[in-house]
């Protein structure tokens, strides 16, 4: 009676989030412009009814009440997981939530037009407030659940992630990463980049031919265009987006597939617990481990490439070609291009984690107090040039103004990026061991052979152990760095 | 304090109504086939909360401290409909309320396989259901408000609308239509249909060409396609839907401009009264009054032919012509077909009244037990025969199984349409006696000398009058036939 009671409640709470990440959805890629500030209201009403619905007492009670019934182990989990929610709902005092909620628009509002002016002195105030707002959230969340203020942001992201279990890979990786780049871009093999301009619709039609290809489910998912890629709506209607540049087709075809690849884990999740917390993706160091086992350790690699080769030709071009340019060796040379860049957004998969360690050590540090605001552009710039070699010395914009997050407050986000690049990479060496003849698979476009194995061994198993357990349950070994190393290693040629 | 109370809690009834039309529109428009089910649960999820948050004894507690304050006029009128929604809300018993939507659900999908087949067996029993229960919804509803049963159907779509207005108009309606029909087919003037195909982009480019001549704000609102074309989303994101025939560019012209009428009215809403009831568009006919004054009164007239037709030769042909199809006479010809069929949605304004006044009449029937559900083909045999001199004898598809609206236990409905085409006459008449000038200004393009005068005395009132009281406010009249049948002799040059 109280788990049924309990399971209810997270339904309407289910359809609550669905509404929300539909309308969401619908703001990045179908809103007019000018219909923001009721949209913004409409979501801020919704989320208001969530968090009222799971910090509710009645929710207390009806967990205590399950928790003492006979339950299945799902069951179990989902009623300690709906207790985690209720406890963290309640731990932040409503006055600290609304500060947060007003100080992050208004910084964010402020970022987004000083990036542009590369006006750092524009936005120091308002992230102060941000930081500081956010230091006393993460103390509350901290009291509540008697864990330290950082590893209680960390948790938003990636349930019971812990700075403990970053810091050893992360040195690792910050240590041998900076050679690595050297080593990569001296190897770095000629390429010839096939010259467009390629039309968005043809572009499109590539993008749907391999996500059909791959197995993405059309009934229950739409491609469509948004400023920024992103991967929304929910497991029942889940929508991707990517954007086009004329010149370059495989900027959006990557990004599809990537996409696809947080998409194919949404529909995978488990149907019976749709709604349910336990039902729900891990957190998004896993779900980031998806779409990048998909791009990095499936699609940019030769066997992936020599499928869509003739696809890519066909649907770009009319007819396939022996061109060189548009050859799978050469384009498996595109694939893997290393460079030195300013933007994370941009970079590849050897330069992308220095990316994030620079924003971890910084975001721990303002955390921790050790590092003010007003220091941030000094020690980016310091971190830049000790491991990439680029000065960001009055270049904000490219420099600490690049990306929204801290002016958002989602202080804690950043590592779930590289969890999820060293997750994809230990996964996959784990479905090649365990697949025979995966490569061949991929070569002949048999995506099945790959995606039952992952639909039982992680999408179908939702949230029901924290994302560390289940990769090592997995793969037989806690996450470390070396399936990734040796990832980057057999890809780049190096030593 | 009460009133400030209520406000903000039709506030956050507001922001899920907008939810539930987001959600609607997206579902009619972008949603995966598959994902029916999951978007069915969310839908009944927030119309729940709606009704709870309506129906709640809290929502009466303020209503009374509210009506005891101070209000202004407009305040008051917002109290006095949100007590009228109470009621509403609570005068029908909640497992009435659930028989009846599982009724409806299943009656009408029923329809939907059995409508093709010809088949009226398959839903005799589950319409018989639901006007059954209909039937009971209508005397608690009548119950609980003091009127008649009916009556209390017609206020859910029409508020304050009673059969003593409609009677009278529509007997006056059906008695001389017919004749009309005759007339206006005797005299109906040879014309030339331009040939096709005209590709879906450029009829596309049109509708939106012309949406912006007319005054719609593309910066709160779209256009998009759907099955059948509607008016969704809110005012402050109007969305309005077409379909595309590549034959027939006019086909899709006029739907876009009949929901353009639409669109108007929901952008000229009165800002400072959103989300609150007295802020709502008047009923379903005073809607519909809107779009018809567009599509029938203004958009098929010369006046606006002869100002749309470069327009239309240039987005279609690339540029303008001398062929006679092309020409504004001709295109006002093609605008004014009068033909008897047995589709009420593909009929024209002469002969559209009368597949209206059938179904009101048998409608009523039913409801007061006059009529039998198995009696219905026969009934609109007669009533065909006799209107428009066609039999629908063992043609259930064509007959009475043509519309969803019974099957969904939409009764009380249908007169709306009538009732808007006789607005539309009666305003538009009164905006011609009112504005100088007012076809040569339709004539050049210059349409904010029509929406200004009609977002003062319609459209900028909300809901702060009952549909019959502000049309006999903006027309000095109280409703009738004449406006209608005066523009109906003038159109197509009847005695």
Same mark, same amino acid.
């Given at each position: 009676?109280?788990?049924?009671a309990l399971h209810e409640r997270f339904a309407r709470i289910g359809d609550l989030n669905h509404a929300l990440a539909m309308l969401s959805w619908d703001e990045a890629v179908m809103m007019p412009t000018g219909s923001g500030t009721v949209r913004g209201e409409a979501l801020a009403t919704l989320t208001g009814m969530v968090h009222e619905l799971t910090a509710a007492p009645e929710t207390g009670e009806l967990?205590?009440?399950?928790?003492a019934e006979d339950l299945d182990p799902w069951q179990a989990v989902n009623v300690e997981k709906i207790r985690h929610d209720w406890v963290t709902a309640r731990a932040v005092p409503a006055d600290l939530v609304r500060a947060l909620s007003l100080a992050t628009s208004a910084c964010e509002q402020t970022w987004r037009g000083a990036r542009g002016e590369n006006d750092w002195s524009a936005v120091v105030d308002g992230l102060h407030t941000v930081v500081d707002l956010t230091r006393e959230r993460a103390q509350a969340l901290a009291a509540a659940r008697g864990c330290e203020p950082y590893d209680a942001l960390l948790d938003n992201y990636e349930p019971a992630l812990t700075r403990t279990a970053i810091d050893p890979v992360f040195d690792e990786l910050g240590a041998v990463l900076p050679d690595m780049v050297d080593d990569a871009m001296a190897r770095q @093999?000629? !390429?010839?980049?096939?010259?467009?301009?390629f039309p968005i619709e043809r572009q499109e039609a590539l993008g749907r031919a391999l996500m059909a290809e791959v197995g993405f489910d059309f009934e229950r998912g739409r491609l469509d265009v948004s400023?920024? @890629?992103? !991967?929304?709506?929910d497991p029942d209607d889940t929508r991707i987006t990517t954007r086009y540049n004329e010149h370059d087709f495989l900027e959006s075809m990557f990004a599809v597939l990537h996409e696809t690849g947080h998409a194919m884990y949404e529909q995978g999740l488990p149907k019976g617990w749709r709604n349910q917390p336990v039902g729900h993706a891990g957190g998004m160091a896993l779900h980031e481990s998806q779409s990048l086992l998909m791009e990095m350790q499936v699609c940019r690699g030769a066997p992936f490439i020599e499928f869509a080769a003739p696809i890519i030709q066909r649907t770009l071009l009319g007819a396939e070609t022996d061109a060189p340019e548009w050859q799978p060796d050469n384009l498996v040379k595109l694939a893997a291009k290393v460079e030195r860049g300013f933007i994370r957004v941009d970079a590849d998969e050897i330069t992308y984690p220095l990316h994030v360690i620079l924003r971890y050590r910084l975001e721990t540090a303002l955390l921790d107090g050790d590092l003010a605001v007003a220091e941030i552009p000094d020690a980016w710039n310091e971190g830049m040039s000790a491991s990439l070699g680029l000065s960001t010395v009055g270049n904000f914009a490219d420099g600490c103004m690049q990306d929204v997050h801290w002016f958002a407050g989602l202080i804690g986000y950043f590592p779930s990026y590289t969890l999820g690049a060293l997750m994809a990479a230990q996964i996959f060496r784990a479905a090649r061991d365990g697949i025979e003849g995966l490569d061949e698979a991929v070569r002949e476009g048999r995506f099945p052979l790959l995606f039952d194995w992952?639909?039982?061994?992680v999408h179908g198993r939702g949230s029901?152990?924290?994302?560390l357990e289940l990769v090592a349950d997995v793969t037989g070994a806690r996450l470390g760095t070396d399936a990734f190393l040796g990832h980057l290693r057999t890809r780049y040629g190096l030593g």
């Open positions: 009676m109280g788990y049924d967990v205590d009440a399950a928790a @093999p000629m !390429c010839a980049l096939p010259r467009g301009p400023h920024h @890629p992103f !991967c929304g709506g992952l639909r039982e061994r029901v152990k924290p994302s």
